[in-house]
């Protein structure tokens, strides 16, 4: 059974620049959830999504954005980075909401930004 | 605001020694997640303790939940290197919300 998949697993931007991540949830999944993971800050959660729709939100800025598609599959988007965006991105994915079932983790996207 | 407190943050421990780490958390929540993470790797699911009462183990590690005190223990029982990891707590109350860590470092 194939795990959690996050693309790509390192990316190197530039400040001001935009990045998009991906993630594909265990199959049967219909829950994703983003988190971001810093030395400083810990793990903070993103956004959560499930069959396509954002169910809960995070303390983020705007800049911070995501999606699911009807294949359960999840992006999420980051625009005009800022160096603190610097982080490990992980992603969960659950058969269904938190509340009811585990949560399996992706190995994460580690973004730098320059 | 809800808080997911671990304690200790740091643990240096020797081979064969045992050890408790705690996790309270401030709101209401009939669960609670222990995950694994080495460095650099993701996290990975160690216990998923369901109800008031709960008690896992698995290996060398044992889990509990008292909800009533909110307080969630992992003891780890004749430690060995390959503990050697940080473990995080996490409850449930709309999202996963998770403390910061206790840092493992188990030497022979």
């Known amino acids: 059974k194939a795990g959690v998949t996050q693309t790509p697993r390192y990316l190197i931007k530039t400040r001001g620049q935009q990045v998009t991540l991906s993630c594909s949830p265990i199959s049967g999944h219909r829950s994703v959830s983003w988190y971001q993971q810093t030395p400083g800050q810990g793990l903070q959660f993103l956004f959560e999504?499930?069959?396509?729709?954002?169910?809960n939100k995070g303390n983020f800025p705007g800049r911070f954005s995501g999606r699911q598609f009807s294949n359960s599959r999840s992006e999420m988007n980051v625009s005009t980075l800022e160096l603190g965006d610097s982080a490990l991105y992980l992603c969960?994915?659950?058969?269904?909401?938190?509340?009811?079932?585990?949560?399996?983790f992706g190995q994460g996207t580690r973004l730098t930004v320059v | 605001e809800l808080k997911v407190e671990q304690n200790p943050l740091f643990l240096s421990m020797q081979e064969g020694k045992n050890y408790t780490i705690y996790c309270n958390y401030s709101?209401?929540?009939?669960?609670l997640y222990w995950y694994r993470q080495d460095p650099g790797k993701s996290l990975e699911s160690l216990f998923v303790l369901l109800s008031n009462g709960a008690v896992k183990q698995e290996g060398r590690l044992m889990a509990s939940l008292d909800t009533k005190a909110r307080l969630s223990t992992l003891h780890i029982t004749a430690a060995v290197h390959d503990l050697s990891a940080t473990y995080f707590c996490a409850v449930v109350p709309n999202d996963m919300r998770f403390g910061a860590g206790t840092r493992l470092t188990v030497k022979p």
């Open positions: 999504y499930f069959s396509e729709t954002q169910r």
């Open positions: 709101t209401t929540s009939d669960r």
């Open positions: 969960a994915s659950s058969r269904d909401r938190w509340e009811n079932t585990e949560a399996f």
